[in-house]
T-cell receptor, first 109, second 113 residues
C-alpha cells in the first residue's frame, strides 16, 4: 500500500528553527510537495522536490532523499503566522497526489 | 473570477437529500480534482478529471459522482447524502508543467444530519 508518515504535532518558539519530517512509501515517485494550511483555509503550495537535495525559498527549505523515501521541511526565523498545518504529498506513478495527514505546528512566543 | 471558486461555502443537509457542490476555475487548467478532508486523515481523492469530457475514480468515490462538460467547471454531486459524508470538500486544479502543482479552492464545509 501507499503510505506517508509525518508527526501529528510539533511545538516551536518564535524566532527559532523547526524541521518537519516526512517519510513515504508509494507506487512510483514523480515528485514531493509541501503545502501549508492555516486553520479553516485551503492548502497553499510551498515547495516541490523531484531530485535529491535541498531547495531553498526564503525562510523555508525542503530536502529530499529518494533512496531513503524521506523529506523534510525546514522553517527558519519562525513567526507567529507560521502556526499552521504542513502537508507532505507525493505524486505517484499515476500522477495522483498521495497525502500525509499533516503536521500541526504550534508557535509559542 | 481569479483562481478557483467553490460554492456553497458551507451547507447543512438532511440525510437522503441530493446536493451538488460547485467548482469553477479560470486558469484553463486541464486537470481538476475533488478531495475530502477529515480530522486526523490526509486529503483523500474522491474523483478527478484529466481533461474536459473525462473523469476517473479516486480513493473514496462511493456515494459521489462528477461531470466535466467543459474546462472550467467540475461539479461534485452527492445523490443521497449520509452522515459519513460530513466533511470539508476541496476542489483543486493542476497546472501542467515542470512541477504539476495543484491549486486549491477555498473549500465547502458540509454537514449531513
Amino acid at each position: 500500500g501507499q503510505n506517508i508518515d509525518q508527526p501529528t504535532e510539533m511545538t516551536a518558539t518564535e524566532g527559532a528553527i523547526v524541521q518537519i519530517n516526512c517519510t513515504y512509501q508509494t507506487s512510483g515517485f514523480n515528485g514531493l510537495f509541501w503545502y501549508q494550511q492555516h486553520a479553516g483555509e485551503a492548502p497553499t503550495f510551498l515547495s516541490y522536490n523531484v531530485l535529491d537535495g535541498l531547495e531553498e525559498k526564503g525562510r523555508f527549505s525542503s530536502f529530499l532523499s529518494r533512496s531513503k523515501g524521506y523529506s523534510y521541511l525546514l522553517l527558519k526565523e519562525l513567526q507567529m503566522k507560521d502556526s499552521a498545518s504542513y502537508l507532505c504529498a507525493v505524486l505517484d506513478s499515476n500522477y495522483q497526489l498521495i497525502w500525509g495527514a499533516g503536521t500541526k505546528l504550534i508557535i509559542k512566543p | 473570477i481569479a483562481g478557483i471558486t467553490q460554492a456553497p461555502t458551507s451547507q447543512i443537509l438532511a440525510a437522503g437529500r441530493r446536493m451538488t457542490l460547485r467548482c469553477t476555475q479560470d486558469m484553463r487548467h486541464n486537470a481538476m480534482y475533488w478531495y475530502r478532508q477529515d480530522l486526523g486523515l490526509g486529503l483523500r481523492l474522491i474523483h478527478y478529471s484529466n481533461t474536459a469530457g473525462t473523469t476517473g475514480k479516486g480513493e473514496v468515490p462511493d456515494g459521489y459522482s462528477v461531470s466535466r462538460a467543459n474546462t472550467d467547471d467540475f461539479p461534485l454531486t452527492l445523490a443521497s447524502a449520509v452522515p459519513s459524508q460530513t466533511s470539508v470538500y476541496f476542489c483543486a486544479s493542476r497546472k501542467r508543467g515542470d512541477t504539476d502543482t495543484q491549486y486549491f479552492g477555498p473549500g465547502t464545509r458540509l454537514t449531513v444530519l
